[in-house]
């Protein structure tokens, strides 16, 4: 391209454009701990093929979480099994239902007291990872978010997005 042929504009007048298309029906799960939209794909069961039309934003510039991302979902509308594991790894996110492109219902997620069956104990010896029959149980601490194994006392503080069942 030469020189003359980029459009100049003054500083501050760049045009705001729309980077993803707004979605019909469906899920907008947003403020999304950066890096952390890949495991919410994971968690909603998403993986290289899918029917749906899936628009992730990675990194997102965030006043309140310094980067963010987003993840809309065309055409599903999530479960609450599926909001409660999207609340470990992005406590702050917040759910907005979308119909007819607009947001009918907009709430933020909140994390359970006690989670059961969800994640996997860090602690090879807990009687959750033996072939007793036994459902793994998890005490939740909000700020920051921990879980504390009802068993064996373990704590996961850190990873928790690798230890989901």
Known sequence: MKKEEVEKRPAGSLKKEMLVRPIRQGT?????????????LKILGIYGTTE???????????????S????????????QKEVDRISLIAPDATINII???EVIEKYRVDLPERIDGV???K????????LEPVISKFMVNKKPVELRCVYCEHVISEGIAEHLI
């Open 68 to 79: 963010k991302d987003i993840v809309k979902v065309e055409g599903r509308e999530l479960e």
């Open 119 to 121: 994640v996997k104990c």
């Open 28 to 40: 907008v799960i947003d403020h999304i701990r950066g890096g952390q939209a890949l495991n919410v």
């Open 123 to 130: 602690n090879p010896n807990c009687i959750s990872n033996t």
């Open 99 to 101: 119909r007819d492109f």
């Open 52 to 66: 749906a039309v899936v628009s992730v934003a990675m990194n997102v510039p965030s006043k309140v979480l310094g």
